[in-house]
């Protein structure tokens, strides 16, 4: 099953957050996708970007397109050592509770819309909202919603999984955001689990090529905080474990 259709500039996506299993030959405008599908339930395949005149500027697995963009919502709610905050709100230098740091200083804060366009043209952006209850009794504590591979613990499955794999439980699903969305990377001095909604959510795990999908300020401030992603990536918080069947 394929599927083409029109795209923004996905490449400016990539570079913000690539993921394994993607592989860009150009930084130039996505003026087209084409969506080839494994099954009918549209969520394996393979992914492809192509400029105005037909080049190709990138390809891989969904899944790796899905691995570029995980980020949380400004509703998240974070907790903090004063209670909790929505995401939004945040500002460098709050504090905020850890799984396994205790509480830590929020350094810096990384923003990315999506308009209600793009997310049409582009439902692998789409996030997954997750209801209040949905993974057991108070985890979320309210509705969340979350980029499709935000790295979160599961109660149910006691390993860490990334929203995309939760969807289809009862309670979560793909959230077609008619308002669009706004997504936020929340940076520590190390990667770290962040209680967010009563879940423990992954914070922004930086890697050195994302500096290119910065504009310069952001990319300046990042790199003032953090100057060894000039030399090296940062290593994640938790190594992924796949839920099993």
């Known amino acids: 099953m394929t599927r083409s259709m029109r795209a923004t500039d996905i490449a400016e996506i990539l570079a913000q957050s690539p993921a394994q299993g993607l592989r860009c030959t150009a930084m130039a405008r996505t003026e087209s996708l084409r969506l080839e599908f494994d099954s009918h339930d549209e969520t394996d395949g393979h992914i492809s970007g192509f400029d105005a005149s037909g080049e190709t500027v990138f390809s891989g697995s969904i899944a790796a397109f899905r691995a570029a963009i995980p980020c949380v919502t400004p509703e998240t709610r974070v907790a903090t050592e004063s209670g909790g905050v929505p995401a939004g709100d945040l500002r460098p230098g709050a504090r905020l509770v850890t799984r396994e740091s205790g509480v830590q200083t929020l350094r810096w804060i990384g923003s990315r819309v999506f308009t209600a366009a793009d997310l049409a043209l582009n439902p692998l952006l789409c996030p997954v909202r997750i209801r209040a209850g949905a993974l057991g009794e108070g ?43 706004r997504y ?39 790199l003032a905080l953090r100057p060894d992603l000039s030399r090296r990536d940062a290593e994640a918080a938790l190594p992924e474990t796949h839920p099993t069947e």
Do not use: I, K, T, Y
Not at 157 to 171: I, K, T
Not at 175 to 181: D, I, K, L, S
């Open 184 to 222: 936020l990377q929340l940076l520590l001095d190390a990667p770290e689990m962040l209680l967010c909604d009563g879940l423990w959510v992954e914070s922004f795990r930086p890697e050195l090529a994302m500096l290119a999908g910065f504009d310069a300020a952001q990319r300046a401030e990042l």
């Open 139 to 181: 985890h979320p504590v309210q509705d969340m919603c979350v980029s499709p591979n935000h790295r979160l613990m599961s109660p149910l499955r006691g390993n860490l999984v990334s929203a995309q794999e939760l969807v289809g439980l009862d309670g979560v699903e793909a959230e077609r955001a008619a308002g669009g969305v």
